[in-house]
């Protein structure tokens, strides 16, 4: 199984200041057909999670533009440009490249 | 606006039974694969089993394998997890999501939560 490893585990941000989390996969995540299939998820406490980016850099329908990935092949990063309350919680990226999708441990993000 | 709505979770006894339902609505259910994922209390996210748009293909993770057993039924909108032979590793609250386009988890349920206890 692919390995997804999050850094840090735990990210005390000021409000407006910026914030950024890294994952990082056992094995590439290029998939035959030339996609990579890395996401990132929020969830935010007491909620189930939400999508917030796709196949490293696409935000979803209704993510705020604060929110950006980047990164390519095992090295990935999720960047919130200035932080605001309603973005406490946990993050994590999951890849859907190759079976079974694996989960990183989460991130959580929290205001200093 | 889609919408998935699990229910069926709830105490049991290690070794019992307990079959789960996601409700769908708000969008061509029968377009979409459909995903069960789980998060024991305080942990992380952990994927389950999965079911293609038209049943035809069906995959689980290797601690539910031979257990548990994912299902729809596309007349009704529902999708179905079958839990047998339940652990106390399988305590969590169990999410039921859309397996959208871009192999992306789009959508989510508020979850049920099962609790597997004697």
């Known amino acids: 199984d692919i390995v997804m490893t999050q850094t840090p585990l735990s990210s005390p941000v000021t409000l407006g200041q910026p914030a950024s989390i890294s994952c990082r996969s056992s094995?590439?995540?290029?998939?035959?057909?030339?996609?990579?299939?890395l996401s990132w998820l929020q969830q935010r406490p007491g909620q189930p999670p939400r999508l917030l980016i796709y196949?490293?850099?696409n935000r979803f329908s209704g993510v705020p533009d604060r929110f950006s990935g980047s990164g390519a092949g095992t090295d990935f990063t999720l960047r919130i440009s200035r932080v605001e309350a309603e973005d406490v919680g946990v993050y994590y990226c999951?890849?859907?490249?190759?079976?079974?999708?694996?989960f990183g441990q989460g991130t959580r993000v929290e205001i200093k | 606006q889609e919408q998935l709505v699990e229910s069926g979770g709830g105490e049991v006894q290690p070794g019992r039974s307990l079959r789960l339902s996601c409700a769908a609505s708000?969008?061509?259910?029968?377009?979409?694969?459909m995903h069960w994922v789980r998060q024991a209390p305080g942990k992380g996210l952990e994927w389950v089993a999965v079911?293609?748009?038209?049943?035809?293909?069906?995959y689980y993770a290797d601690p539910v394998t031979g257990r548990f057993a994912i299902s729809r039924d596309n007349s009704k909108n529902t999708v179905y997890l079958q839990m047998n032979s339940l652990r106390g590793e399988d305590t969590a609250v169990y999410y039921c999501?859309?397996?959208?386009?871009?192999?992306?988890?789009?959508?989510w349920g508020p979850g049920t939560l099962v609790t597997v206890s004697s």
């Open positions: 999501v859309r397996w959208g386009d871009e192999k992306t988890f789009d959508s």
């Open positions: 708000g969008f061509t259910f029968s377009s979409h694969g």
């Open positions: 079911i293609w748009y038209d049943g035809s293909n069906k």
């Open positions: 094995r590439s995540l290029v998939h035959s057909d030339g996609n990579t299939y």
């Open positions: 196949k490293i850099s």
């Open positions: 999951v890849q859907a490249t190759q079976f079974p999708w694996t």
